[in-house]
């Protein structure tokens, strides 16, 4: 009874905060809609007893990326009331779509419903003797470590890509080189002269 | 020590090493000698072909990753073409004295996601496969970062590609949901009695984030864009090798996966095939930029490939390899024409800029020519064969009324070709050319060359292989 209170409260806060975040005016009131949803979704994980991807999800979800995105909201001078321009115009074919694709979508969630889902087929079932955390651990570097390192590849081309993409070297922008700081000698630095009373000193 | 080569894996594990060690080599030299980088990076391909070619088959991770006759066979294709593309771009991005080292290290980690694609035997490997190889492409298309058109290219294709990647994932879910299995063996065992209407909903989402990345027709929106805004040197590559990575896939999820659903996905992808015939076709006959019309072009020819698909028969599977390696090659050598043309600095990227070709430069006019008649489909050229390959599965397969559309849009497309080759025999030269950097065409009179007379000694080993390659699902 709890659980299911639970779970529906928890589901409502998701999709309620996932509308306010396409609906809000400010950006910054969307990423954190957007966090508010990253909570409660994180909630209905716990309930399914998938702990560690609550963590997860609240770690990197919340910690990095939804964090991220506030910095970019408010760092970059986007004219969002620009970009919503269109909005209008484009309301009504876009809710055509939006509400066929929801009819067929819900035509075929029914049809599956009767026949009872995925019943019968097999669901791999948890290790009795390990939390899940550890039963992850077990299998991401045994027997998907060939996604784990093509996983890491994919980030390594992100890395060079922002690299790439980014990274310029101006020709004129003055950086400390140590080196030549350090090997600066004095004969090439300073001078002494003995200016005549009234005299400027010219340029050496 | 020579076992390791014979690995099943061995490929994919030389690119990989040989990209991270390039990597940190490129950093260190820097790109002053990018061209040590470039050209080792060609070797390591095309070294990577041979084993790909010659070593043991092989399933491994679990059946994640498939090596059989079929990818065997995609494999010497995608590498030998990223080694090309790695030789094509590199002389352009020299040429405008750009080059980066990162290039060719992009190009082998692309090779190395096409290379799991066509080896996917499982949903994972095969999302993340199309990841590998999509992100390195949106790198590549905005490459000349501080050209507008280039980031914009750039821009749309990655925003288009995360978008299509979405719809991918949502099916994939859905099919493990209905399925219970990520394994095309698994779950082509739970629809060979018939799919159910889940595993169905998931299977057209899958279909159109593959459809997407292939830029068949409806899902190709992004091509003339990203073909026309993209660097030359990319969009040759874009256009041969990912894309026959990404027919493989397809066939290997359809054939591999759900074989059993096949009357259900045939009819998707007739109805795919007959509006990219439609589209590419129509779309082309408007264009003024050339890169546009090759987008519209390859629309139009993706099409074909999917009717073998559709076929749904081992000849079918052979038609589209044969295809695809035909389509490839012309498509390579028209854009390496494209690269080698100049006036005054400036790329001629428009048809009207091409006006009196023939007396400036006949040799390339002549180039130009033989590809043209070739990707129209005349007869005796490479594309003619192709097509061949293609509406014979077809009719075997009795798939006629698509097979008349296909031949119909080749007809209307013939138009747009001809323009080429009317414009740069017939007209009257726009101004003369001054001097200009333009790239030696020797890989585009390769190119011409194996349209016509060499694919005649081509097809009689790529036939058999072929069949060969095709026969790894045991189809009819």
Same mark, same amino acid.
């Given at each position: 009874?709890?659980?299911?209170?639970?779970?529906?409260?928890?589901?409502?806060?998701?999709?309620?905060?996932?509308?306010?975040?396409?609906?809000?005016?400010?950006?910054?009131?969307?990423?954190?809609?957007?966090?508010?949803?990253?909570?409660?979704?994180?909630?209905?994980?716990?309930?399914?007893?998938?702990?560690?991807?609550?963590?997860?999800?609240?770690?990197?979800?919340?910690?990095?990326?939804?964090?991220?995105?506030?910095?970019?909201?408010?760092?970059?001078?986007?004219?969002?009331?620009?970009?919503?321009?269109?909005?209008?115009?484009?309301?009504?074919?876009?809710?055509?779509?939006?509400?066929?694709?929801?009819?067929?979508?819900?035509?075929?969630?029914?049809?599956?419903?009767?026949?009872?889902?995925?019943?019968?087929?097999?669901?791999?079932?948890?290790?009795?003797?390990?939390?899940?955390?550890?039963?992850?651990?077990?299998?991401?570097?045994?027997?998907?470590?060939?996604?784990?390192?093509?996983?890491?590849?994919?980030?390594?081309?992100?890395?060079?890509?922002?690299?790439?993409?980014?990274?310029?070297?101006?020709?004129?922008?003055?950086?400390?080189?140590?080196?030549?700081?350090?090997?600066?000698?004095?004969?090439?630095?300073?001078?002494?002269?003995?200016?005549?009373?009234?005299?400027?000193?010219?340029?050496? | 020590? &020579?076992? #390791?080569?014979?690995?099943?894996?061995?490929?994919?594990?030389?690119?990989?090493?040989?990209?991270?060690?390039?990597?940190?080599? /490129?950093?260190?030299?820097?790109?002053?000698?990018?061209?040590?980088?470039?050209?080792?990076?060609?070797?390591?391909?095309?070294?990577?072909?041979?084993?790909?070619?010659?070593?043991?088959?092989?399933?491994?991770?679990?059946?994640?990753?498939?090596?059989?006759?079929?990818?065997?066979?995609?494999?010497?294709?995608?590498?030998?073409?990223?080694?090309?593309?790695?030789? %094509? /771009?590199?002389?352009?991005?020299?040429?405008?004295?750009?080059?980066?080292?990162?290039?060719?290290?992009?190009?082998?980690?692309?090779? #190395?996601?096409?290379?799991?694609?066509?080896?996917?035997?499982?949903?994972?490997? #095969?999302?993340?496969?199309?990841?590998?190889?999509?992100?390195?492409?949106?790198?590549?298309?905005?490459?000349?970062?501080?050209?507008?058109?280039?980031?914009?290219?750039?821009?749309?294709?990655?925003?288009?590609?995360?978008?299509?990647?979405?719809?991918? &994932?949502?099916?994939?879910?859905?099919?493990?949901? =209905?399925?219970?299995? %990520?394994?095309?063996?698994?779950?082509?065992?739970?629809?060979?009695?018939?799919?159910?209407?889940?595993?169905?909903?998931?299977?057209?989402?899958?279909?159109?984030?593959?459809?997407?990345?292939?830029?068949?027709?409806?899902?190709?929106?992004?091509?003339?864009?990203?073909?026309?805004?993209?660097?030359?040197?990319?969009?040759? +590559?874009?256009?041969?090798?990912?894309?026959?990575?990404?027919?493989?896939?397809?066939?290997?999820?359809?054939?591999?996966?759900?074989?059993?659903?096949?009357?259900?996905?045939?009819?998707?992808?007739?109805?795919?095939?007959?509006?990219?015939?439609?589209?590419?076709?129509?779309?082309?006959?408007?264009?003024?930029?050339?890169?546009?019309?090759?987008?519209?072009?390859?629309?139009?020819?993706?099409?074909?490939?999917?009717?073998?698909?559709?076929?749904?028969?081992?000849?079918?599977?052979?038609?589209?390899?044969?295809?695809?390696? %035909?389509?490839?090659?012309?498509?390579?050598? +028209? =854009?390496?024409?494209?690269?080698?043309?100049?006036?005054? /600095?400036?790329?001629?990227?428009?048809?009207?800029?091409?006006?009196?070709?023939?007396?400036?430069?006949?040799?390339?006019?002549?180039?130009?020519?033989?590809?043209?008649?070739?990707?129209?489909?005349?007869?005796?050229?490479?594309?003619?064969?192709?097509?061949?390959?293609?509406?014979?599965?077809?009719?075997?397969?009795?798939?006629?009324?698509?097979?008349?559309?296909?031949?119909?849009?080749?007809?209307?497309?013939?138009?747009?070709?001809?323009?080429?080759?009317?414009?740069?025999? =017939?007209?009257?030269?726009?101004?003369?050319?001054?001097?200009?950097?333009?790239?030696?065409?020797?890989?585009?009179?390769?190119?011409?060359? +194996?349209? =016509?007379?060499?694919?005649?000694?081509?097809?009689?080993?790529?036939?058999?292989?072929?069949?060969?390659?095709?026969?790894?699902?045991?189809?009819?």
């Amino acid at each position: 009874m709890l659980q299911a209170i639970a779970f529906y409260l928890m589901a409502a806060v998701t999709l309620g905060s996932g509308l306010f975040v396409i609906s809000a005016r400010n950006p910054v009131h969307s990423v954190l809609w957007l966090i508010l949803s990253f909570f409660s979704a994180a909630g209905l994980f716990v309930l399914m007893g998938a702990e560690f991807l609550a963590m997860l999800l609240v770690v990197v979800y919340v910690g990095a990326v939804a964090v991220l995105f506030l910095f970019v909201v408010m760092m970059l001078d986007v004219d969002f009331v620009r970009l919503r321009e269109g909005y209008a115009q484009y309301l009504p074919i876009g809710g055509v779509v939006a509400l066929l694709l929801m009819i067929e979508m819900v035509l075929v969630s029914f049809a599956v419903a009767d026949r009872g889902a995925a019943a019968g087929k097999q669901i791999v079932a948890a290790a009795a003797d390990a939390s899940n955390a550890e039963s992850i651990g077990r299998v991401l570097y045994t027997d998907y470590v060939y996604f784990f390192q093509a996983a890491g590849i994919v980030l390594l081309i992100a890395m060079i890509g922002a690299i790439v993409l980014t990274l310029r070297h101006k020709p004129h922008v003055k950086r400390q080189d140590i080196h030549t700081q350090v090997g600066r000698k004095r004969s090439n630095a300073m001078a002494v002269v003995t200016p005549k009373t009234g005299e400027g000193i010219a340029d050496q | 020590m &020579l076992e #390791l080569f014979n690995h099943p894996a061995a490929p994919e594990a030389i690119i990989a090493i040989a990209a991270l060690v390039l990597l940190p080599v /490129g950093a260190f030299v820097g790109n002053a000698r990018a061209a040590l980088i470039s050209f080792l990076g060609i070797l390591v391909l095309v070294a990577a072909a041979i084993v790909a070619g010659s070593n043991q088959l092989g399933v491994l991770f679990n059946g994640a990753f498939v090596h059989d006759d079929f990818a065997a066979f995609a494999k010497v294709a995608i590498f030998l073409a990223s080694a090309v593309a790695i030789y %094509l /771009g590199h002389g352009w991005l020299a040429r405008r004295d750009d080059e980066k080292f990162e290039f060719p290290v992009l190009i082998m980690l692309a090779a #190395l996601g096409m290379s799991m694609m066509v080896s996917a035997g499982d949903l994972i490997s #095969l999302y993340i496969g199309v990841e590998l190889q999509s992100l390195a492409l949106y790198v590549l298309a905005a490459f000349r970062r501080d050209e507008a058109k280039a980031s914009e290219a750039g821009l749309k294709y990655f925003v288009l590609g995360a978008l299509s990647s979405g719809i991918l &994932l949502y099916g994939v879910s859905l099919i493990y949901g =209905f399925t219970g299995s %990520l394994q095309f063996a698994d779950i082509s065992a739970a629809v060979a009695g018939g799919a159910g209407t889940g595993a169905v909903f998931g299977l057209v989402f899958l279909i159109c984030g593959l459809a997407f990345k292939v830029s068949a027709a409806p899902f190709h929106m992004w091509t003339p864009d990203v073909y026309e805004g993209a660097p030359t040197p990319m969009v040759a +590559f874009f256009a041969a090798a990912p894309k026959l990575a990404a027919m493989v896939l397809f066939a290997r999820a359809m054939d591999a996966g759900f074989l059993g659903a096949q009357a259900q996905w045939s009819q998707v992808l007739m109805v795919i095939a007959a509006i990219s015939f439609v589209v590419g076709a129509v779309g082309g006959l408007v264009q003024k930029n050339i890169k546009r019309l090759l987008a519209y072009s390859s629309i139009a020819n993706i099409g074909y490939a999917i009717l073998g698909i559709a076929a749904g028969t081992q000849m079918g599977l052979q038609a589209m390899l044969v295809f695809m390696v %035909l389509y490839m090659v012309d498509v390579t050598a +028209f =854009f390496a024409v494209i690269m080698a043309l100049q006036r005054n /600095g400036q790329e001629m990227d428009t048809i009207e800029s091409l006006r009196g070709l023939k007396r400036e430069k006949p040799g390339k006019a002549i180039v130009l020519t033989i590809l043209s008649l070739s990707v129209l489909g005349m007869p005796p050229f490479s594309g003619f064969w192709a097509k061949y390959y293609v509406f014979k599965a077809a009719i075997g397969a009795g798939l006629w009324p698509i097979a008349v559309a296909g031949l119909v849009a080749s007809v209307v497309a013939a138009f747009y070709y001809l323009r080429i080759i009317k414009v740069m025999w =017939f007209d009257e030269p726009v101004s003369p050319a001054g001097p200009s950097r333009a790239g030696p065409s020797w890989v585009a009179m390769a190119g011409a060359a +194996f349209s =016509f007379p060499l694919v005649l000694v081509a097809l009689y080993w790529l036939d058999p292989l072929a069949r060969h390659a095709a026969a790894a699902f045991g189809l009819q």
